[in-house]
């Protein structure tokens, strides 16, 4: 069974770009996550999907991220402007039922 | 607020020892309890415990939960320099089905 896939593994930005991540869940699986790692934290949830619908949404920062899952499937997250905070392990992770499963995550710099 | 805290953050052995990681959690309603190990990025599955399944072992890695006391334990015996990483430890409320809160982890080096 694949895993979670994602890409880009790295991205350097400076602050005020835009940048976007991908995410292809693992197949079967109706509920998708984006988590921000920053150094030395735990994971925190940014966005939890059910199929393509939004379940949570709360701790997203609405005003520079957004993160769409149009057809249930894959996923983009986006940042529009970056800030130097937004340093961080940008990871997606996929469930069926209970047990998340992770992608490689992206490694963001914004310089 | 949901809430999970773990300790120590991190821990330096040599192989061989035999590690205890903590974690504590106040999860609203809470539903289970997952550890994962992360290295270099992705966070693996290690254990699920519920309240129906408050022991689980695996090799030279077990862990507990204690409902009473609202904690986990990670144990590694006989640790090898592979089991240096960062683990971590979620609590999963009740309300949301998938959601999890994870604590900082716990960074175990192991040293030849």
């Known amino acids: 069974e694949a895993g979670v896939a994602q890409s880009p593994r790295y991205k350097i930005i400076e602050k005020r770009q835009s940048v976007a991540f991908w995410c292809n869940p693992i197949?079967?699986?109706?509920?998708l996550y984006w988590y921000q790692q920053i150094l030395g934290q735990g994971p925190k949830l940014l966005i939890q999907?059910?199929?393509?619908?939004?379940?949570?949404d709360s701790q997203l920062p609405k005003d520079r991220f957004s993160a769409e899952r149009l057809k249930g499937v894959d996923s983009t997250l986006k940042i529009q402007p970056a800030k130097l905070e937004d340093s961080a392990v940008y990871l997606c992770?996929?469930?069926?039922?209970?047990?998340?499963?992770f992608g490689p995550g992206t490694r963001l710099t914004v310089l | 607020e949901d809430k999970v805290v773990q300790s120590p953050l991190s821990l330096v052995v040599h192989e061989g020892d035999t590690v205890t990681l903590n974690c504590s959690y106040e999860?609203?309603?809470?539903?289970?309890l997952l550890w994962y190990k992360q290295e270099k990025k992705a966070p693996t599955f290690l254990f699920m415990l519920?309240?129906?399944?408050i022991e689980k072992k695996s090799g030279r890695l077990s862990s507990i939960l204690d409902k009473k006391e609202l904690s986990s334990i990670l144990n590694i015996t006989a640790t090898q320099t592979g089991d240096s990483a960062i683990y971590l430890c979620?609590?999963?409320?009740?309300?949301?089905?998938?959601?999890?809160?994870f604590g900082q982890g716990t960074t175990l080096q192991v040293k030849p």
């Open positions: 519920t309240s129906s399944g």
């Open positions: 992770a996929s469930s069926r039922v209970d047990t998340q499963y």
């Open positions: 999860v609203t309603n809470f539903r289970s």
């Open positions: 979620a609590g999963a409320p009740g309300s949301n089905t998938g959601k999890l809160i």
């Open positions: 999907f059910q199929n393509n619908g939004v379940v949570d």
């Open positions: 197949s079967g699986h109706a509920t």
